[in-house]
């Protein structure tokens, strides 16, 4: 079964599924919501539009932890803010934003359908609208497009096999496992509520499940003459 991977990575990342009001959070890997958001905006689907959307909520997702980052915490106040129900101003407002900062993933989505993964290969090269990495002003820092990303290999092998999206840096070991979120299909693994179920103009969304384990990295170099 065909597998499209695409990288993720970038400064700021936050792939919230519990923000309420004036607290946003981040999940400490992307969320399904949000992918599928991502690929919507490269696709050029509107939030309203269910029927183009629907086939790619289908589409089974892993998530490879290239460099996981560091959670973070921003502070934000507004001042002169109208209540929702507009009966009365906030002279000021205080909001806190959880984000991962310097992470990047490998994603990898699954499908029987090739032609649905070679249009969204093609769309993320020369995207419809711009892409983000969970919010509009995190912008990814590196492609998110793959070149051969969609490759003939079943989710967990296309994961594994792919090389480290990242480079070392000082004073850092090279892993040599990863772990990887993969989509459960047998009900079992930790809850996660972001499976879109409605456009993103209703925002309704209901549960999956995923399970965890480590992929061991495979290197460039392994079959290099000593």
Do not use: C
Request: glycine content about 8%; proline content about 7%; cysteine-free.
């Amino acid at each position: 079964m065909p597998t499209l991977l695409l990288r993720l990575a970038g400064p700021m990342q936050s792939w919230g599924t519990t923000s309420r009001f004036d607290q946003r959070d981040t999940g400490k890997e992307p969320s399904k919501s949000g992918v599928i958001g991502l690929l919507a905006a490269a696709l050029g689907i509107g939030r309203e539009n269910w029927n183009d959307l629907e086939p790619l909520t289908r589409l089974t997702m892993g998530v490879r932890h290239d460099r996981p980052g560091v959670l973070k915490r921003d502070y934000q106040t507004a001042q002169n803010i109208i209540s929702a129900d507009r009966s009365k101003v906030h002279e000021t407002a205080v909001t806190t934003r959880d984000y991962l900062a310097d992470a990047v993933f490998l994603v990898g989505l699954e499908s029987p359908e090739r032609s649905l993964l070679e249009r969204v290969h093609a769309a993320l090269q020369n995207p419809f609208w711009p892409l983000a990495l969970g919010r509009k002003s995190y912008v990814p820092s590196e492609p998110v497009w793959l070149e051969g990303g969609l490759v003939d290999a079943p989710l967990l092998e296309a994961l594994a096999a792919w090389p480290w999206s990242t480079t070392t840096r000082r004073g850092e070991i090279s892993p040599e496992r990863l772990l990887v979120s993969m989509e459960s299909q047998d009900g079992s693994g930790a809850l996660r509520m972001d499976q879109p179920l409605s456009s993103f103009a209703e925002r309704r969304f209901g549960a999956r499940y995923v399970h965890a384990e480590w992929v061991d990295l495979q290197r460039e170099d392994a079959h290099a003459p000593a």
